[in-house]
DNA sequence: TGACTGCCTGTTGTCGACAGACGACAATGT
DNA sequence: ACATTGTCGTCTGTCGACAACAGGCAGTCA
């Protein structure tokens, strides 16, 4: 042990391809909104812009593809996913069972630099004013996936991340009148309050009123709600 | 309308490109266990036994990573996930709840032709004996994937599936003993009934009976069960 | 005028090739 | 004998090129 470089002695001098960064860059311009639902996206021009070759653009566009953030439509190209109210409903409805098993997770074993780290990001959420939308969104996604990452289970992390990437992508740009914009930000200190163990309410309950300020209906496909009426009338 | 040539005059003349055929064939090679977890693919020797080039086998990789079926490190190569018994807990902790969910969804409104395809996968699932580990996990898989379609949420489809396909993978080489295998293809039933509502058990408890036949304890990650203790030791 | 047909252009899908990185192993020095 | 360094082969990451395809446009025929 003794001579050899301990841990952080140099930085790890960046292992990524050129492929990951490629996808990271994408999918930051989806999720800022800077390419919009809808549009196409042209290999050789991303390609260019980036000045990188087609190959690891090509390889990044499949990744965001599993990723529902763009569809791929053979031989046409691929297109930035464009999500319609059913769409964001029936995500929604998955995304408040699993958040609130993230909230669940998170508040039974927050560490002291878990709470640290949430209530340095809800500072930094309450203080924003007047903010570009797509800042406030970054930070918005910022402090989910702070809890997700708390709740130990990295395979509810990923899955989280996937299933509501196009939701941030949509909100951006829906998002632009401030003062709904206000009430969206500060939606999120109930789920601060629940992960410290200050919140009585359900973690089911603590999410839908999260996602009510953003969204009419967030659990209309989802089975929390009784269902509106068993129509097999296509069927018979 | 009127002269075209309505639905199914000619089969549609497979419009799938190389990438997504090969990412199929790969996919299939790992979950029925022909290719072993912790194995390292060779992209040229894969593209010679499929007669494809690297650049369509490449792509394909990137998509099954992005599935958790394959992990990459960079510039070493891509490596057929390895789960050990932690990873299986908590990836089993995320599926009882959304397994739960698609449970509650496809009953409330289950078609005939719905309970028909459900009937014959149970038919088929109960008839096995002595099939090949392989084939049984199949069909299991076939069984669940059908549950996640009736629900309507395509969402939840997708989520479920590459959340657990790398499950689906371990198992087929973990339940060589047929009578174990019995047991599990058997454990489908309850799941059956309850789609029809012949069961008064709730989605999870249900869903939770049908994983414990395969894993020790599906829920130890899960909120579903209480904490074991809070331990902050590490952070004190 | 209207519809059909055949080019034309831009883009995607696929390929083969090359450079650089990694691991294995031999060579060297102590 | 052991550790370190140098070398080699293999594989990945990236690139440029070509072929195949889709949609747009114009020309042709009724």
New binding site residues.
Partial sequence: MLGMPSKSTFAPLT?D???DRTAEVISEAIISGRIRPGE??????LARELR?????V?EALQRLQEQSLIV?V?????FVVSLDDEDIQKINSLRVILEAEALRLTRRHLTPQGERRLAQLITAIESMHATPTSQAVRVDLEFHRAIWLLTGNEYLEKTLTSLTAPLFAHLVLNLLRSEKMRLVLDSHRPLYDFVRGRSDASAEDVMVAHLRVRYHDPVRFSSLVAPVQPTHADTV
């Fill in positions: 292992n391809t050129l492929r196409r996206l042209n290999e050789s021009q990188v070759s087609r190959a690891p090509r791929n053979p031989r046409r190209g691929m």
